[in-house]
């Protein structure tokens, strides 16, 4: 008897958890999987629910890790949203067949050059690679004409990375879908003998300003960053833009898209359509991420270089492979 009764109340307790689990799903809102800057995730998740009433939890994380969660999470994914800061990452999860169509509202908010040929993904924001050097150490006539030129061996430890990072993995891929296959491994294999590896592209930043090594490749807002608060990790640094459609001139579309297993199909787009829009658009203008505002007609920091002048090559994110380059880079030495 005391079994049955025990399995009665174990009945009850469940179906009361099943009846009650869609209104704690609503109380929760929506649940992004946010690999983007947290400060930057968090003030268009404000921005959102001040404007639409609808709650956004943020489980923040990176790139690649993220990407192979909701991979290996498949339909089960309890994400509604992905945010990224790197395309690679969002070309893996589409490729898995595993996001939803974005909405056409959406996707009429930002040009074509800021999302992938497949509409499966959209654009939420943008960052440039650069090359920061130490002004002590190379005069503007030194330095690399091109990304490619940094295999001559005359760059032999004279240059920094962080190669294992997603950023990085996103130049190279640009590189392989501009360069081809042959090329990139052969370029990788020279960036082995000649580069001088590094954790994280703050430290590449501090490494160049110290003069420990005389130039890195990183993205742009980082010495922006440095130069808005003390300055004193940038002081002694400049930034080349290596522009000329030059895959050191890579664009990185940092992406946002709706997963087909949400439960929250209406407000997750919703999100979306509002980060794209003048809301979402207006942060990055006026915050401190010193990404790129990608939105039509939406207008970026005015301490960033345009995005028109930096003579960006054309590279279709939604064909950035990220499997590929780790194993480039794995066969190089790199990872």
């Known amino acids: 008897m005391k079994y049955a009764l025990s399995t009665l109340a174990g009945a009850v307790a469940l179906v009361a958890s099943l009846v009650a689990a869609p209104a704690l799903a609503a109380d929760a809102g929506i649940i992004v999987y946010n690999a983007q800057h947290e400060s930057l995730a968090k003030e268009w998740a404000k921005g959102f629910t001040k404007e639409t009433g609808i709650k956004v939890t943020l489980r923040n994380g990176g790139d690649s890790d993220f990407s192979n969660q909701i991979v290996a999470e498949g339909a089960a994914s309890p994400a509604d949203v992905f945010l990224t800061e790197n395309s690679p990452a969002m070309a893996l999860v589409e490729a898995a067949g595993l996001f939803a169509p974005v909405d056409a509202d959406t996707l009429a908010q930002v040009p074509q050059e800021y999302q992938p040929s497949t509409g499966k993904w959209v654009g939420v ?65 020279a960036m082995k003998e000649n580069f001088t590896p590094y954790k994280g592209n703050n430290t590449v930043m501090k490494a160049v300003n110290a003069g420990e090594i005389d130039g890195g490749v990183i993205f742009h807002y980082y010495y922006l960053g440095d130069q808005a608060k003390t300055g004193e990790n940038s002081k002694n640094i400049g930034q080349y833009y290596f522009k000329n459609q030059d895959p050191g001139a890579f664009i990185s579309i940092s992406g946002g898209g709706v997963l087909a297993s949400s439960k929250h199909q209406k407000e997750a787009q919703a999100f979306l359509k509002w980060v794209t829009g003048k809301g979402g658009q207006d942060v990055l203008k006026t915050g401190t991420s010193y990404e790129y505002a990608v939105g039509k007609g939406a207008e970026s920091n005015p301490k960033l270089v345009p995005l028109a002048d930096l003579q960006a090559p054309k590279v279709d994110p939604a064909t950035l492979n990220s499997k590929k380059v780790i194993d480039l880079m794995t066969q190089a030495g790199l990872l």
């Open 125 to 189: 924001a943008a960052r440039s690679t650069v090359f920061v050097y130490n002004k002590d150490k190379l005069k503007e006539d030194q330095l690399p004409k091109s990304l490619l030129d940094l295999a001559d061996p005359s760059w032999k430890g004279r240059w920094a990375a962080s190669q294992a990072g997603a950023d990085f993995q996103a130049i190279v891929s640009a590189m392989l879908q501009l360069k081809g296959e042959a090329a990139t491994a052969a370029w990788l294999k």
